[in-house]
């Protein structure tokens, strides 16, 4: 099955930035997006952003867009979550998914999950 490895979380100041990575191996011709989620302490799990990486199609949250931007690197089955202007908000775990063709915000259409990576943004 499609495995995926986050990495690049840590504790930031408010209006810094971090870069996060998702790793994916695997048989990733499987999928067709790749999205990254959070879940901050108690609080449900949120859609962040995702992108259809065959065609580069892109979706942000409201409260990200602006300020986060999500890539692919196709050729070394990565992805990334470039996350500027961070505020307190957007601490949380942030989870890297893969799914199939339709470019979704529910959670529960994505198949494939790291294990996530923990941003702290102090105030």
């Known amino acids: 099955q499609v495995q995926l490895v986050e990495s690049g979380g840590g504790l930031v100041q408010a209006g810094g930035s971090l870069r996060l990575a998702c790793a994916a191996s695997?048989?990733?011709?499987?999928?067709?997006?790749v999205a990254w989620f959070r879940q901050a302490p108690g609080k449900e799990r949120e859609f962040v952003s995702l992108?259809?990486?065959?065609?580069?199609?892109?979706d942000y949250a409201d409260s990200v867009k602006g300020r986060f931007t999500i890539s692919s690197d196709n050729a070394k089955k990565m992805v990334y979550l470039q996350m500027n202007s961070l505020k307190p908000e957007d601490t949380a775990v942030y989870y890297c998914?893969?799914?199939?063709?339709?470019?979704?915000?529910?959670?529960?259409?994505?198949?494939?999950w790291g294990q996530g990576t923990r941003v702290t943004i102090s105030s």
């Open positions: 998914t893969a799914g199939g063709p339709i470019a979704s915000r529910s959670s529960d259409q994505y198949n494939y």
């Open positions: 695997g048989p990733t011709l499987l999928t067709s997006t």
């Open positions: 992108i259809k990486w065959r065609s580069s199609i892109t």
